[in-house]
């Protein structure tokens, strides 16, 4: 048979050595060793050629290594749904019994969760592809940038997590430990607001209140206030990144704090995330400026 016609028989150049045998190569392996033209990517799965297998060559072989109704989770998964993931293993439950080797992760599930075709592969849904993902992490900051991720993009909400975790419990210690987090947080930035705010230990601030003037108008909502000395911390992790109306809405929320005397701390993100000592400093120094003040006379207001 020649080798343009195998490539037809087989999946993006990937096959089954058992195919192999039943189309005339009995023993496919002597083909697979150093210099030879093909290579084994898995056992009793053959690649076609002796380079760099592709992405997607990869994925073919885990497949076809874990059996028929097998589905790809994990890292995997969530970047063909569109989410960050890190991890360069393949994750792959399958109904069967297959062991992986290797960088590939085979996990027999019972039963296998729903899976949707993507891409000409079979995925799990985010849900389940952003747990497994996390499992195979030991990084809080990883998990919660991916959960956070898989929010925000409204692949997943917080409580379809919370579900897929508690019914898939095992390894998920991380998954809801971040969760539990993000449920006291409306970002990974606060979050991270939060851990620094208790690790400095100035006054205990307040979290996404309201604040009106004197006259009951409304100044804003601050992602912290230190209400004893009147300063506002915000974490402008949306204003400098959706557009013109955001800016022009931070400018106008600005000039309400100035105009009610209101000082404020401005962090970027990536400033919490990489620089938390440097923002520390600031907070230090603008709470100690606000304490030498007289506290502007503003209020904290239910809002319904």
């Known amino acids: 048979m020649r080798i343009e016609q195998l490539r037809d ?9 058992v195919a192999l045998k039943s189309l005339g190569f009995p023993n496919p392996w002597l083909k697979c060793g150093p210099g030879g033209p093909w290579q084994r990517m898995h056992p009793g799965v053959v690649l076609l050629h002796n380079g760099p297998p592709t992405r997607d060559q990869q994925l073919t072989a885990a497949l076809l290594r874990a059996g028929p109704g097998a589905a790809v989770t994990g890292a995997e998964a969530c970047r063909q749904h569109g989410l960050p993931a890190r991890g360069s293993e393949i994750h792959v439950l399958t109904p069967g019994s297959a062991r992986g080797s290797g960088a590939l992760i085979l996990e027999r599930a019972s039963p296998m969760p729903p899976a949707s075709d993507i891409g000409g592969f079979p995925l799990v849904s985010p849900d389940r592809a952003v747990v ?11 998990a919660t940038a991916l959960i956070a991720a898989a929010i925000q993009k409204g692949r997943c909400t917080p ?6 975790a508690r019914t898939n419990r095992f390894g998920t210690k991380l998954v809801r430990t971040v969760l539990q987090e993000l449920g006291r947080a409306e970002s990974v930035a606060e979050r991270d607001a939060r851990r620094l705010s208790r690790r400095i230990r100035l006054t205990t601030p307040r979290w996404n209140v309201t604040l009106a003037d004197a006259d009951d108008l409304i100044i804003g909502r601050p992602d912290a206030w230190f209400d004893d000395v009147g300063l506002a911390w915000e974490i402008d992790s949306k204003a400098f990144h959706y557009g013109p109306r955001d800016y022009e809405r931070t400018l106008a929320r600005n000039s309400r704090y100035a105009a009610a005397g209101i000082l404020v701390v401005q962090t970027l993100p990536n400033r919490l995330r990489d620089n938390p000592e440097q923002v520390a400093r600031e907070l230090k120094k603008a709470h ?10 503003v209020r904290i207001v239910e809002v319904a």
């Open 9 to 17: 028989r087989s999946d993006l150049g990937v096959i089954s050595a």
């Open 132 to 142: 497994d993902a996390c499992r195979q992490l030991h990084s809080s900051d990883e």
């Open 159 to 164: 409580e379809s997590l919370r579900r897929e």
């Open 288 to 297: 100690r400026a606000a304490a030498a003040r007289p506290r502007p006379p």
